[in-house]
């Protein structure tokens, strides 16, 4: 559990730490559709240095990202082993009993887990490079003119940083729980699957019932300190917009157009 | 049964960027039998030795013996179910461990996971809810029922009924009203007697220190800072000021007495009991 790194915010001091949480959402959202325009080894490639320089930029140790990505990496070679074996076009490069691999699924495999690996880095080096309150805050920010069709927008917002908030907190309850679980003789680790699907139920009560009282108390909380929702409320942190995030967006627009003249 | 920890280092997320040493060169050895405090400030590593104690946790360097098990960090533990039969745990708050439909089915849980028949653990349910201070009526509630005091019971009982040769208490009266602490740390000072079963308590109440262990271990920034008997801990006291911790109100009022007085006793008294009798001897002593 302490080398999960989803949802989690590693504090450095770096270009992507300094920039503005609007144009990073902005920035991963583009990327996202930017990276389905990549067609060919040269665009996949352009792709890769792009995401390896945001990756040196973060500050971030790559070992433990790759570390931390580890559950995720069975993802991307399921679906590489997925292509590898159901695409059948192209030239028939190998055949063993009734496995075929063809020339057009070891491309189609490299290529579409790649693509799926490089969202995911991508994805994760927005939570990593920024705080929760960031992330909502630029959040609320970005989608506030829906305000104006009375789309309830800081609710929102505060739904997501509440559930960011309690993250830690629940993990780390899941933890105790656990220990003290296992100190009566619970065994999360080994044992046949009956036994460790069983071992789940003395785990997640206590964390359900403790999420809620957790919920109520909050809400309490909330209310006794006078919480009456978004209407009026200003803000201690203040987001501001520099020429580092337009310059961040420029080179992803300059990406984009390589990619386009690149693509086959 | 005895266990012993030997140089033991213990880091928290190792090989992470979150890598946070918790314990340094830890050698604690508990023999069978012996009533242990162990104190310090919230983060000084109390509870992570004692997560050691039952192979919760492996030591990242050193090794923990704990009976005939010896666990160091490069071997993998197979089959702890049975230390952790021998050691049981109370963990801080163990009012959140609860889960089952009733109290008596909670206090089974330990017991039938460790291999003992239903009818006997329902047995051991009866006694350990009885040990606890409550009645065998409270068995067939739920536990989400009960006030937060008697929760706490009935997770300890959930413990006891496991029949530990040691016992393990991380802060177990925390929350507590004073008639419920004095009454749980009684009831577990008793169980220490009459069965000597070696006791391991965290605690931040140097009283409850001076009165019930016959070894205290103070912890400070992940290492042992002291170790002894708590005569020789509380005739001391300088460095424990120096760390920011108390000694209990007899000995704070003994000392004011001697200072005021201007005459030592000779020794160091744990209960208002014993002081008084000295201070009376003393007096009569220095009127003759």
């Known amino acids: ?264 | 049964m005895d266990i012993s920890l030997q140089e033991v280092e213990y880091k928290y997320s190792a090989n992470t960027p979150f890598e946070r040493l918790a314990l340094v060169d830890v050698s604690i050895d508990i023999k069978a039998g012996t009533f242990l405090a162990i104190i310090g400030h919230t983060g000084s590593g109390k509870s992570t030795v004692i997560q050691h104690l039952n192979a919760l946790l492996k030591p990242t360097s050193g090794k923990v013996v704990i009976g005939d098990r010896v666990i160091t960090s490069d071997k993998k533990q197979k089959n702890l179910k049975e230390v952790r039969k021998r050691v049981g745990i109370v963990f801080q708050f163990p009012e959140h461990q609860l889960f089952e439909e009733t109290v008596e089915k909670d206090i089974c849980f330990g017991p039938m996971n460790f291999g003992v028949s239903e009818s006997e653990a329902k047995e051991r349910a009866k006694v350990a809810i009885r040990q606890v201070g409550l009645q065998e009526g409270i068995l067939q509630k739920s536990p989400f029922d009960l006030s937060g005091g008697q929760m706490r019971r009935v997770a300890i009982a959930g413990v006891l009924a496991m029949q530990p040769d040691v016992i393990v208490l991380d802060e177990p009266t925390a929350g507590l009203d004073p008639r419920g602490r004095k009454e749980i740390m009684d009831m577990f000072y008793s169980l220490h007697k009459e069965r000597s079963l070696s006791t391991i308590l965290v605690t931040h109440s140097m009283e409850d220190a001076a009165l019930y262990a016959d070894q205290i271990a103070i912890m400070h920034q992940g290492r042992v800072y002291r170790k002894g008997n708590p005569t020789e801990i509380f005739s001391d006291p300088e460095g424990l000021f120096e760390l920011g911790l108390d000694v209990p109100e007899v000995v704070r009022f003994q000392r004011k007495f001697e200072a005021e007085f201007g005459q030592p006793l000779g020794k160091t008294c744990l209960t208002i009991e014993e002081l008084s009798e000295t201070i009376v001897k003393h007096m009569q002593g220095g009127t003759k």
């Open chain 1, 1 to 264: 559990m302490d080398k999960m790194i989803f949802g989690r915010y590693i504090p450095a001091d770096s270009v992507l730490h300094r920039m503005d949480p609007r144009s990073k959402l902005v920035l991963i959202f583009l990327f996202v559709c930017v990276v389905f325009l990549a067609n060919n080894a040269l665009t996949y490639g352009t792709l890769l240095v792009y995401t390896l320089i945001m990756l040196s930029l973060s500050k971030i140790s790559i070992r433990f990202i790759m570390a931390g990505l580890k559950p995720v990496l069975w993802l991307v070679v399921f679906t590489l082993l997925l292509h590898l074996f159901l695409t059948k076009e192209g030239n028939l490069l190998f055949q063993w009993g009734w496995i075929e691999v063809y020339e057009e699924g070891i491309k189609q495999g490299l290529f579409i887990s790649l693509r799926f690996f490089l969202l995911i880095l991508m994805t994760s080096l927005l939570t990593l490079t920024t705080t929760p309150i960031e992330i909502t805050d630029g959040l609320e920010e970005l989608l506030g003119p829906l305000k104006r069709v009375k789309f309830p927008v800081h609710e929102l917002a505060l739904m997501m940083s509440i559930s960011l908030r309690f993250i830690p907190t629940l993990m780390q309850e899941t933890d105790k729980i656990m220990k003290a679980q296992s100190a009566r003789g619970v065994d999360f680790t080994g044992g046949p699957v009956k036994d460790r699907v069983k071992a789940i139920i003395p785990l997640l009560i206590p964390l359900f019932i403790s999420s809620f009282k957790r919920a109520e108390e909050l809400a309490i909380a909330m209310e006794a300190r006078g919480y009456r929702g978004g209407e009026g409320r200003t803000k201690y942190r203040q987001l501001s917009w520099g020429a580092r995030d337009t310059s961040m967006l420029l080179a992803l627009g300059l990406v984009t157009a390589l990619l386009a003249v690149l693509r086959g």
